[in-house]
């Protein structure tokens, strides 16, 4: 911090981006230590977060000299523009100010650039598996849902109020992942579209296949896609595209929930035969996939939660992760709470507690024994994904020294974390039901060890199963 502070000149702006809520804490801590530090440069911050709480961040934090809301590309090279040369900057369009008063000062929004006309990100040397490059790719902004508790929907609403999914032109996105496979050896394209697809299966195979044609015109071959997709983007035609002519080795589903009530509370516009599809179209094609559940809203029952255990077992053969639905700013589902008065600390960190007690209690239980799986450091939850890309990666890239057996491995050990989970799950929903809370703590003190045990033994067939493709694969870091 200290030669950060002292290595710049006062005329120089410095941006953060406050996309996601959470980090927001850390990130302006990094500040007041730079400020502490004797650091004098202009200091904005951007990004979903910052562009609905721009008023009371500039109001708390004096740290802070302005914010860019939404798309900022050309807001923040303007302000940065103008700060080196001492000129006025208050006026510039998407620019948060804060007045003589020390109130907030809001300019208007800016306008929404165009995709074509942006120039291409600046790369950095990119993150390496067996020796694959592996790099982002966004090719459209926006997503064409509008979930209630999604801060990306609810931005780009502010600005195009019902047309919240823009496209790039495929030619532009072959062209530039042609280049990062020239300049930087990328194999694999991650693309970080809030939502690859569009609404509409016959428009989402005809783009599929124009981007696979604009990709062979552009001589790109050997190489791996990863996307993101909503349930009832899963159409058994349009994923066999996706996969024969994409090379997709890895796909995102939404699921987010599998009960009737945490569809309708989450806006989801999806239902459970849809989820249940998406699995029975991603087996079919054999296709990798993996998902996040929300399992416990403003609403849940304890009916839900059982729906949601039951579709973990269904989907055991697939990694999984599990947690509440959060109340992002800006979002309607905050806004909810909010009315209803249920909401509970501050801008940075709202809190609030489930729909009734039993289900409250059920929550803290499970988070007591799940959390090291699911949300520490090293979250089982979450690395067993990592090593199941691997063994894609080694399928689709390097099919010469693809094991079967290993891969099966692989899949049973998914099954064996996803089926611990589920019944666990269940077993804390027999003791919520029919014990009293005298006997909670020992609940806990029995289920969280063998939850532990499980992980060690999974972690360690892991790193084993890990090595081995490292052996026979020979490139790149080995595995961890």
């Known amino acids: 911090l200290h030669n950060v502070a002292h290595s710049f000149p006062t005329r120089r702006s410095s ?59 050309h807001t923040l090279v303007e302000l940065c523009r103008r700060v080196q040369a001492g000129e006025p900057w208050a006026d510039i369009p998407g620019v948060v100010s804060r007045g003589a008063d020390g109130v907030p000062h809001f300019a208007p929004l800016p306008d929404v650039p165009e995709l074509a006309a942006l120039p291409p990100p600046v790369r950095s040397e990119p993150a390496r598996c067996f020796g694959h490059g592996i790099a982002p790719v966004v090719s459209s902004r926006g997503c064409y849902a509008n979930c209630s508790f999604c801060c990306i929907a609810a931005w780009h609403e502010q600005t195009l109020p019902g047309k919240r999914y823009r496209l790039r032109d495929v030619r532009a996105v072959a062209s530039e992942m042609m280049s990062l496979r020239r300049e930087q050896g990328v194999d694999i394209f991650v693309f970080h579209d809030d939502n690859f697809f569009i609404p509409s299966h016959e428009k989402s195979l005809a783009r599929i296949h124009a981007l696979a044609d604009a990709l062979e015109a552009e001589g790109l071959r050997g190489y791996a896609t990863v996307v993101k997709a909503r349930p009832n983007d899963v159409h058994p035609d349009v994923f066999r595209a996706l996969v024969e002519r994409l090379h997709c080795i890895r796909c995102y589903v939404g699921i987010e929930t599998d009960a009737d009530q945490g569809l309708v509370t989450l806006r989801r516009w999806a239902q459970s035969t849809q989820n249940h599809r998406a699995i029975e179209v991603a087996r079919s094609l054999e296709l990798f996939v993996c998902f996040n559940l929300l399992m416990f809203d403003p609403d849940t029952t304890l009916t839900d939660v059982r729906r949601n255990v039951e579709f973990i077992e269904y989907a055991s053969d697939y990694p999984f992760n599990f947690g509440r639905v959060e109340l992002y700013a800006g979002t309607p589902l905050l806004a909810r709470m909010q009315a209803e008065g249920r909401c509970r600390g501050d801008y940075l960190q709202w809190d609030y507690d489930l729909g009734s007690p039993e289900v409250q209690r059920y929550y803290d239980l499970a988070m007591r024994c799940f959390m090291p799986r699911n949300f520490g450091g090293d979250a089982l939850a979450n690395t067993i994904q990592g090593l199941r890309f691997d063994l894609e990666i080694v399928r689709h890239l390097h099919p010469e020294v693809h094991d079967p057996a290993l891969y099966r491995e692989g899949r049973a050990l998914t099954q064996r974390l996803a089926r611990d989970s589920a019944g666990a799950l269940r077993e804390l929903l027999d003791h919520v039901t029919t014990r009293p809370r005298a006997a909670d703590e020992a609940c806990v003190s029995q289920l969280a060890p063998r ?27 080995p595995l961890t």
């Open 15 to 73: 941006d953060l981006s406050l996309a996601f809520q959470w980090r927001a804490p850390d990130f302006l801590a990094l500040v007041v230590g730079l400020r502490e530090l004797g650091y004098r440069g202009h200091v904005t911050v951007g990004g979903h977060f910052a562009t609905f709480a721009a008023a009371p961040l500039l109001t708390d934090f004096p740290v802070l000299d302005s914010v860019c809301r939404q798309e900022a590309e």
């Open 451 to 477: 939850l532990r045990e499980v992980e060690a033994e999974v972690t360690q067939h892991m790193r084993a199963l890990a090595g081995e493709l490292q052996r026979r694969v020979g490139r790149g870091v």
